[in-house]
């Protein structure tokens, strides 16, 4: 293995790996440290944790563990993955957990990039956009967990880190990766190892990329990842991941535990001609909905039935309101994980799931240990394969694919293109 990955959540985590294939490495997803050495055919491996919105010292001590598992693996080169919306509050675990790697590896220097051009996240001037808009005006304010309401970068990391905020401009960005790597040292130099680095297309990243050759630890959204590869592969190890890949035809469903704008517009734009339940908080509190309920509706609809609790920001916030913010997640995340493994015990083959959190659960609650990585869905999304049932997923981040997205999962998961 060359690279060693330790991503904050479950579809961040396949959209860091999606980008490695891309580019033509052999990449594996482990959900959590793994028990077992990684198979010898690996270039990437990517631990996907479930820590975004975990405490500190907890999101500290699992990205230690997933590190001196990498290393054990012989990965010379790491890189820590987050959100392209840098999801996180003033008291997160970003900062804390970028202490901990660059400790751990006797890292003089980072680079805090979470650019992703092809999904409308770019870093100018320290500050993170979604499309054309301030990452506080984006709708992450009302994020139900990690509401960004500071879209300066360089601000809110210095809430977190021990250590002193740098910065790379774009101006400099422009001038290749050499006047890069030159900012990098004099930033440093100056106290500032912790440097946000501006990025607004994938020419950026590419020369950003290639600035990180030497260093130890890269961080960021899995845009950065884009000009990683270049610096590890001979031209003779780049891999087709797209002619590997085979689907499966079977039955399907689609689960859906977003709030954001994106889903929920998703969500009404396939409930329109398909089966569909939706999961309210209220109802899986209170006992009204349960995952035998949710399955049977699934398994026994007249096609592949959509099962959602994807609220707008207001009905959120009042249910936190009442039962509490963390009470209601746990409940979530648990109803779609039994939910999911009842479905794939009833015969699911093709498994949609949107929402990190959501996501996460579902892995977990497989019990999936590693994820092979297929073609492209939609920019930051590949299709997954698991190695030891019959059974191909897509994960995917709240925000990420069209309003057609679902359509199209199913559609590449069957094999079909």
Known sequence: MKLGCIGDDFTGSSDLANMLAKEGMRVTQFTGVPQEDADDDVDAGVVALKSRTTAPEDAVRLSLQALQWLQRQGCTQFFFKYCSTFDSTKEGNIGPVIDALMKALHAETTIVCPSFPATGRSVYQGHLFVGDRLLSESGMEDHPLTPMVDADIRRWLG????????????VTVFDGHEAIAAKL???TRAGRPVIVVDAIRDADLRQIGAAAKDLKLVTGGSGVA?????????????????????????????????????TQAQVRRY????????????AVMNGGATPDQAARFALEAAGTALLYSSANPETVKS??????????????????????????????ERLVTAGGETSGAVVEGLGLSALRIGPEIAPGVPALKTADRNLVLALKSGNFGDEAFFEKALALLDGKR
Not at 165 to 170: D, E, M, R, S, W
Not at 271 to 282: C, L, V
């Open 159 to 170: 809430y977190q880190t021990s250590q002193g905020v740098g910065h790379v401009p774009a």
């Open 185 to 187: 040292v004099s930033e």
């Open 226 to 262: 884009l000009g990683l590869p270049a610096n590890i592969l001979r031209r003779d190890e780049i891999s087709d991941v797209a002619a590997e890949w085979q689907g499966l035809p079977g039955p399907a469903a689609i689960l859906a535990g977003s709030a954001s704008k994106m």
């Open 271 to 282: 409930a329109k001609d398909n089966p569909s339940m939706e999961i309210t908080a209220e």
């Open 319 to 348: 249910a936190q309101k009442r039962y509490g913010r963390e009470t209601i997640a746990a409940r979530i995340e648990d109803f779609f994980a039994q939910t999911a493994r009842l479905l794939v015990d009833g015969g699911i």
